[in-house]
């Protein structure tokens, strides 16, 4: 006897575990360096579609997240550093 699959033919397949391509796009603009004012600002804009309010809401829960750390942990291992070196200092 086989083992069924765990979806139905007519269900759809349940979502990859990781990262979704937003939150991959959130770390790509944090891996680059930024010439001057306004152009991260831009290029979240742009790229990304959302308020670099918004932007820094997702990335600061993405330092939180296990899977950002297993797909690029030199850049959360970064900004969390630098995240607990504000807290510190205020």
Do not use: C
Request: charged share 35%; no cysteine.
């Amino acid at each position: 006897m086989t083992a069924s699959p765990p979806n139905g033919p007519d269900e759809p397949a349940a979502p990859p575990l990781g990262l979704s391509d937003r939150d991959r796009a959130v770390l790509a603009v944090e891996r680059q360096s930024w010439a001057g004012p306004g152009a991260k600002e831009r290029e979240i804009r742009e790229r990304l579609g959302i308020s670099p309010t918004r932007y820094y809401q997702l990335l600061n829960a993405l330092l939180d997240d296990r899977r950002a750390l297993e797909a690029d942990p030199v850049t959360v291992n970064r900004l969390r550093r630098v995240r607990e070196a504000r807290r510190g200092r205020r």
